[in-house]
T-cell receptor
Framework: DQQVKQNSPSLSVQEGRISILNCDYTNSMFDYFLWYKKYPAEGPTFLISISSIKDKNEDGRFTVFLNKSAKHLSLHIVPSQPGDSAVYFCAAPRGGSQGNLIFGKGTKLSVKP | DVKVTQSSRYLVKRTGEKVFLECVQDMDHENMFWYRQDPGLGLRLIYFSYDVKMKEKGDIPEGYSVSREKKERFSLILESASTNQTSMYLC????????????FGPGTRLTVT
């Protein structure tokens, strides 16, 4: 049972345009979400997070939007750069565990020059 | 800066061998995790530990065991390696409590032949 879903395995975007990566969740008790970026042959690195008390969090070119009624969050990258090409994972905390996260399956973003 | 190191970047083992993957973190984090990453399956939790000598099973513990004798070190053991354990193995740590952000090591690409 996938509680955190990334339904698009891949996304291709032209350099300079906006990249939108989507994530859906099923558990309405989730109150915090994280995005990680992963390059090949490297470990994931934390990118940005959002608490459920907010509907938007911005950090430079990266903005995460949260729509609680739709149980949906999205990561916007503007403008996209070739160095943004990576796999992006969204994650949420498992209830009742010690900092345990549930990860989506990831979306591979390719930004073409 | 948090640093999580893993003993090997690449490892090739034979079926039936006992395999040890070591992970060390240098930030006095309480929690440590072992994941495997496979194409199309995202990050799947194998085991985690929230204290020295404490361990809990994740989503896919079968065929694996772990050891945490010291706070900074978390070992993953494949008792008898099989070809379906060929994967990228990722170690992570987090501070604990309400600090959910996990810091990942570079990963170990294990091939079992």
């Amino acid at each position: 049972d996938q509680q955190v879903k990334q339904n698009s395995p891949s996304l291709s975007v032209q350099e300079g345009r906006i990249s939108i990566l989507n994530c859906d969740y099923t558990n309405s008790m989730f109150d915090y979400f994280l995005w990680y970026k992963k390059y090949p042959a490297e470990g994931p690195t934390f990118l940005i997070s959002i608490s459920s008390i907010k509907d938007k969090n911005e950090d430079g070119r990266f903005t995460v939007f949260l729509n609680k009624s739709a149980k949906h969050l999205s990561l916007h990258i503007v403008p996209s750069q070739p160095g943004d090409s990576a796999v992006y994972f969204c994650a949420a905390p498992r209830g009742g565990s010690q900092g345990n996260l549930i990860f989506g399956k990831g979306t591979k973003l390719s930004v073409k020059p | 800066d948090v640093k999580v190191t893993q003993s090997s970047r690449y490892l090739v083992k034979r079926t039936g061998e006992k395999v040890f993957l070591e992970c060390v973190q240098d930030m006095d984090h309480e929690n440590m995790f072992w994941y495997r990453q496979d194409p199309g399956l995202g990050l799947r939790l194998i085991y985690f530990s929230y204290d020295v000598k404490m361990k809990e099973k994740g989503d896919i513990p079968e065929g694996y065991s772990v050891s945490r004798e010291k706070k900074e070190r978390f070992s993953l053991i494949l008792e008898s390696a099989s070809t379906n354990q060929t994967s990228m193995y990722l170690c992570a740590s987090s501070l604990g409590g309400w600090h959910l952000e996990q810091y990942f090591g570079p990963g170990t690409r294990l091939t079992v032949t």
